[in-house]
């Protein structure tokens, strides 16, 4: 099935110490979005492509970075992680102007 | 600028009984809208979605939305719920023409048996 898909599904990393993050599509959408979740709250944008173009939220810290290196594929790096990064990042798709697809996210811990 | 607000953070309802959770947005723009839901420790998988056309909604699992644009609502309803619908629910708009969406902070639903 057409799908997107996250790795890992739990990541665990220590303070300071970069992690990234990976998403794939197998639905060939030229959009990717990457979201922050923090328990019981809404999914937080933190940056989308629309094909190469970067999108950054105005309030996304420059700890976190993205990349895109094709349609199928898209990072997430986190350069220094504090403690108040622990959540669950969401990676979506679209197509442009339908719906979003979401993978089942990567829950990050800080040690 | 855009907003969603979700007025319920939790919803209590016992099996078979119907339920509404709502939604009323604010944009100077015309959106789209949508409803989500996500179960423990999963993303966020699309009930339904409102683009154009009808404002009655129909999506999976037996629910259903309307768009009432006077009042700027696009409440979810579902006539008889079931344990299985216990998730969160996430209300979300995005302007037209563009990417970006906006997330409601969510309404837990909790089927009692």
């Known amino acids: 099935d057409a799908m997107v898909i996250q790795n890992p599904r739990y990541q665990v990393t220590q303070f300071g110490k970069p992690v990234t993050l990976s998403c794939s599509q197998t639905l060939n959408h030229n959009v990717m979005y990457w979201y922050q979740q923090k328990s019981s709250q809404a999914p937080k944008l933190l940056f989308h492509?629309?094909?190469?173009?970067?999108?950054n939220e105005a309030d996304t810290p420059d700890n976190f970075q993205s990349r895109r290196p094709n349609t199928s594929f898209c990072f997430l790096d986190i350069r220094s992680p504090g403690l108040g990064d622990a959540a669950m990042y969401l990676c979506?798709?679209?197509?442009?102007?339908?719906?979003?697809?979401f993978g089942d996210g990567t829950r990050l811990s800080i040690l | 600028a855009q907003s969603v607000t979700q007025l319920d953070s939790q919803v209590p309802v016992f099996e078979e009984a119907p339920v509404e959770l709502r939604c009323n947005y604010s944009s100077s723009v015309s959106v789209y809208l949508f409803w989500y839901v996500q179960y423990p420790n999963q993303g966020l998988q699309l009930l339904l979605k409102y683009l154009s056309g009808s404002t009655l909604v129909k999506g999976i699992n037996g629910f259903e939305a309307e768009f009432n644009k006077s009042q700027t609502s696009f409440h979810l309803r579902k006539p008889s719920v079931h344990i299985s619908d216990t998730a969160e629910y996430f209300c979300a708009v995005s302007p037209t023409g563009t990417y970006k969406y906006i997330f409601g902070t969510g309404t837990r639903l909790k089927v009692l048996a």
């Open positions: 492509y629309y094909d190469k173009d970067f999108n």
């Open positions: 979506a798709t679209s197509p442009a102007g339908q719906p979003q697809h």
